[in-house]
């Protein structure tokens, strides 16, 4: 279902190349006064080196009233603007390799081949716009992300890498013990991301080889005087124990795998299981990990969001 | 909240040393045998090298007859016999570090310090019963799991380590596409087991560090011939694409970190900010993770099921 | 929250005097070609006789490809053109008799106060596009609802009415025991509807004076050659027992109270716990019910489609 | 499936003539002293007057220390004493008219013929215990029910009957819009009580015959001073207004149908279409209504805990 969260909610649609790609944002509490400026940075963010240039212009259908919210839905909807879909004629009926062509055909019967269709990371367009009115929400919680490895560049070749994000101001007690825990509720997001292939709490794999007389964070000794909570010397359980925030910064990792469409030619499959070599000339970055740190930023706000 | 899945659903209860763990495995279709000894030897898995040794005698409460469901709710409850709650009486009133003390006790003001109470692993009976139940209903489809790493072993010390996964037989088309991707309902459900602490589809972080041209899937050419599918040369996606399986074989590993519980003296911390040195006297495993194996599939056996 | 259903999901959004209203429809199968005019015929039925008149002109964003569904969302949206705004604006300090006014208020803060803003029956149009939609899924099973009561008509006054809905062909076995029985799902979305305020299955409040042997629906012998499915005598139950369809026709009714707002001036309660005489002046309609049919056939269909 | 909720959830299992029948309360506050006695009264009220005599003694097996919530699952277990199956041996394989035998066997293709199986009315059980406790978590708020409506008394027949039930004190603000409008989720959770055949909230289905101007309900001027909130003349709309709570009494009565198993012979329907005369020899009262004001009671408190 293309719904995220289950109070602060949204429901998100669109195909990359359709009339338009969008929202509804569903439970954001009343009264809140949008910072609309703020949206759009993060849109900027978004789409900072991006091939394909989308102006990204926002119509707001619902659910605001003199930019403050009332509590109703609030619906937004984004043109797309700057298709070029005969770039995709080819692939009408051929599937690409490391594509979601081949599973939305066995799923669906059926699929949109203009730029990914709905598959496409078109469609992070309408987290970023939800999560930059989560951030908004569940202030003075603040979250930051951004790149921090990515892979080998080469001539003619893509490559994926690392965003790393931390949660600060987040008060002990939230998230949920045994199966919503909060790191999985974390892990959910992240991994829903277009190109996501590993997700880390604080030492993460890391932890894997360590001893647990290293690993254990050990309590600083005395409660921070500023909320009364307690803090510990390091923080490799990433702020979160038994699923419930601890008070400490929430940190986590997020991999990404290089982007699948390659420069070069490459073989396709056809639904007979035939192979073609197609060049596939749509618009495609070299690497999108820059570019996803936001995206990051506005799935952790909307978990939070839909926590507390 | 306590419920795990949609449609194939388990809720579970229980503390480590309260009366009983247990669940209710809700959706599981009608009409299935189920095989008693099947689960019989997952429970054996779980438990084995523990110090604690528990039976895990099952008493099935309803939703069968003669050993077959009838649709309705499967309803199983597994006494804690083996409890020596004497052991945690020093725990009323301070925090261990590195447990789920602390973070219960700010989010329900309150909690059962014997044994960990409802943050102890003793839970994970009930997943892995629901699991041996899951894996049948789920059948051709596969999974195997098993510990692939196991941190550095030391006198006087704890460790971790990774579980491997593989899902085989699983039809291409199964997952949902955008935001309950079927990698993001993995990395929810695994997650979601104790002291895990990352998780990774097929070439995972390592991916990050590749380039496009090596990390892409190439197809192998024509389709298999006993299901008409196509199939890759390389499967560093793990088996699945745009959050939908391909139908090769679904890959993932987990992180778990060390125990926590260490055998020497740690500092605890009271609820007035003081810290006690404190010698923790249950009975607790230098490592949890080939134990942790079986846990992993019966996540991954409930996720599939919840799915098909 | 603003979504109906699980499987095949309705979101809405707009308020009677926004920008649009509209919806975005989530779980419909993929590959069904849509009878536009259907839905165009619905509108008509959901506006005849109305003193507003929109022409309800849908926009279809995604989900679409040349008229057939494509299993991804099918976002919609229909633009406010008839609106009179200023006919409301002595309500943006007090609270009508009979409406949410004061009810929104104490909830949110705040309230869009022109045509009723978000509790507006004027969102029920994105339920008809839905249902209409739902209807083309579950074809063969048919759907007819008609008013069967209006409540007494009288010069400068207004009234409701009773509206008889019959859903044929649907297969015994569909619905859930326990809560989720298809006779409380059908109760959940026809109390949904603006203005109803009642709601009776088969023989209804009527049977709750019958004595059990008049009561009781009697086998009629042998079974429908053809559908192998049983048939009984009478249809009090309503072709549900247990919370599941038993073949036989499913039969309920929906009471709606009368439109409540008066030709006449009413006293009006300002936030100050204040009295003031007003003349609404909106467009009401003196009787709802006749219009309300086409709604009730709408969540009916919605229901269905969700559990089939 | 069986659960009912999504903050305060209770999931139920069990058959009539099962080992046990039982539930798992989900989201229930921490810190709140349980009143056994409360629930042990509301277990007596519902099985005054029946057949059947089970002492319903309640297992607790998890989520309570001393009697205290701790926000943990509250696991409870009761067992079936008092059964007789061996009344039931001639119904393994005819379906009795008026009940859900053939509809389970349509759905499932198997059923627990004995005392109804899960269909039995025996569940409320869990229901009532669940109710009890969500009384308690709901507090100041009150919940009254009581049988207003009995049907024709009869030598050798059975009768149905009406319950009404008043919510006090329950503030205005109170449910949600649109779909989830607290008078639909009232309709859902009273539909989902076996036997229940219709609903309504304050005038209910008289109101379709009612004059605007007799139905609305008019403001009394000023605001209550204890709660500052406003008061109506009447509460024709039975306390709820656009889906939300307007701070006036929740008024609404459920119809029951008539017992449908006969103290005469009825013909029954074999699986092959079939007539055979039998005499039903379980223990079945003649009439249940007033027995189900208690249900009808817990069922409310459930909504309304799920609510606030």
């Known amino acids: 279902m293309n719904t995220f969260g289950n109070k602060f909610r949204l429901t998100t649609y669109g195909e990359s190349h359709g009339l338009a790609v969008g929202g509804i944002i569903d439970g954001c509490p009343s009264r809140i006064a949008i910072d609309m400026e703020a949206i759009h940075r993060d849109l900027v963010r978004r789409r900072q080196g991006a091939l394909r240039q989308e102006e990204d212009e926002i119509e707001w259908l619902s659910g605001l009233k003199d930019g403050i919210t009332m509590g109703t839905p609030i619906a937004f909807t984004i043109r797309n603007k700057n298709t070029r879909s005969e770039d995709y004629d080819q692939l ?50 603040e979250i930051h992300a951004e790149a921090t490895l990515t892979g ?3 001539v003619n070749d893509t490559h994926g890498g690392v965003v790393s994000c931390r949660i600060t101001s987040l008060p002990a ?87 699948v469409t390659l420069p070069q030619p490459v073989e396709c499959l056809t639904a007979d299981g035939e192979m073609r070599t197609l060049q596939v000339n749509g618009r495609h970055d070299r690497c999108q990990v820059p570019r996803a740190a936001v995206v990051v930023e506005a799935m952790a706000a909307m978990t939070i969001a839909d926590l507390i």
Chains 1, 2, 3, 4 share one sequence.
């Open 152 to 154: 080998p560049e080469d």
């Open 173 to 259: 007690g939230i998230g949920e013990p045994i199966f919503n825990k909060l790191n999985a509720r974390l892990a959910f997001a992240m991994m829903s991301i277009p190109s996501a292939i590993g997700f880390e709490m604080g030492a993460g794999f890391a932890a894997a080889e360590m001893k647990g007389s290293e690993y254990i964070d050990r309590w600083n000794g005395g409660l921070n005087a500023s909320n009364n909570q307690a803090i510990t010397k390091t923080n490799h359980c990433g702020g979160i124990q038994g699923g419930i925030s601890n008070g400490m910064p929430v940190e986590f990792r997020v991999a990404f795998h290089p982007v």
């Open 92 to 141: 009408a009926d051929c599937y690409r390799p490391g594509h979601a062509d081949y599973t939305y055909e066995q799923k669906y019967g059926l699929r949109d081949h203009r730029g990914g269709g709905r598959a496409s990371a078109r469609e992070t367009v309408a987290r970023v716009v939800a999560g930059a009115i989560a951030k908004q929400v569940i202030a003075p919680v």
